[in-house]
């Protein structure tokens, strides 16, 4: 076969059309080829199969062991239900249903902690604690003060588990530790900043999240609309009897931060402007990684998920940060997400407003750079060949002539 190509290459100069033809061919389509390896191809809008087809998933975690998640879901006509679905034996356990318990729609939050259980609050001074088919509930009342949970954190260390509340505190929020089952005195003060997110750093430690709304007009913004600005708060609190304090307050220029992640040692905070990491040193650094939510997988890796019609997806991994060009916009509004497996799940609707779940496929980010290089070596060895089948060829023509 090669040496009848080579013989139609070597026939009349009429023919040599057909050589420049089927090189520039092949460039046009190699390097169309190349650049297609360029786009993170590990997306899918995915057929979704669990106990939570067809709702809209408002809150979601995925379970430490297993492909089990408990989650807050809404759909028309049928309410909000709560409930965990299990992978092992595929049976649903149901919390809150319209048809028993109907509170889901008073779920402050949900969240996983570190040993695995899923807390969440419907109900002032309290908290309600899943771990398997088990809930317990957690019941710091109080005659003296009534508050309303709105996130919580653990730190374990070998000692004890240390548990710091944020707390709706009349018109205002603050911070309450745990002890035993008693909870302290409300922090004393909040620098003018209301609370959204709370998180350990470390012992001891712990670092909130917030929104600043300055005296009108005091930041340069107008008087009549002041400019609300993100906020990271550093808060101590030694898991004894003493109220948290407030340690110190950092302000950033604009957006909002919504949720935390992790990578290694660093804890990562996704903005809606830019996100930030935080050293186990507490050095602090912007990323300019806008997102609507940062979830980590399984590996260490964080991931900036972005806002609908964002053309790109941001990593951070253990101090290394890339974008990567997404083949398609995000085609999900996010509610949440969250990682299982070896997939990042992100839940919401699309353009149209109907629920979907959009799906990262973590391991495919290998797959691209190892097809981008073995096209590059195909162009390169193919186009290798045929120039060097030209040059020979125009050799011999030159020899031929003198």
Known sequence: MA?????????????????????????????????ATGHFVGDRITNVTAQHQGGLVLDIEYHQNNASYTSLVYAPGAGYHLFTEHVDDGTVSAVYSPGSTDLGDEVNFLKAMPDGEILFSVQPNQLVGLQGNTMVTYDYGSEESAFTVLDVAEFENKAATQRLMLTQEGSSNSFRGVVGMVPTAPMSTSSGVQWHHVEAHSEGLWVGLGT???????????????????????????????????????????????????????????????SLVIASNQEVRALDAPSAMVVSDQEGT??????????????????????????????????????????????????????????????AEGSIESGRGFLNLLFLLGGGALLTMMFTYAVKQLRTQA
């Open 3 to 35: 040496g009848g190509w080579r013989r139609l290459l070597e026939e009349e100069s009429e023919h040599q059309w057909l050589t420049l033809s089927f090189f520039t061919l092949f460039v046009l389509l190699g390097a169309f080829a190349i650049s």
């Open 212 to 274: 600043h709304i300055s005296t009108s007009g005091a930041d340069g913004s107008s008087p009549a609309t002041p400019e609300p600005r993100p906020v990271l708060g550093w808060i101590t609190w030694n898991g004894d009897e003493a109220t948290p304090v407030l340690r110190n307050v950092q302000m950033f220029a604009s957006g909002i931060f919504h949720s935390f992640g992790s990578s290694g040692t660093d804890m990562i905070v996704g903005g809606t402007v830019e």
């Open 302 to 363: 964080a991931w900036f998920i972005g806002a609908l019609g964002s053309t790109t997806i941001s990593t951070y991994d253990e101090g290394v940060f890339e974008v990567h060009q997404l083949s398609r916009p995000v085609p999900v509004e996010l509610s949440d997400a969250g990682a299982q497996d070896d997939y990042i799940h992100v839940h919401g609707t699309n353009a149209e407003g109907e629920p979907i779940q959009w799906s990262i496929d973590i391991t």
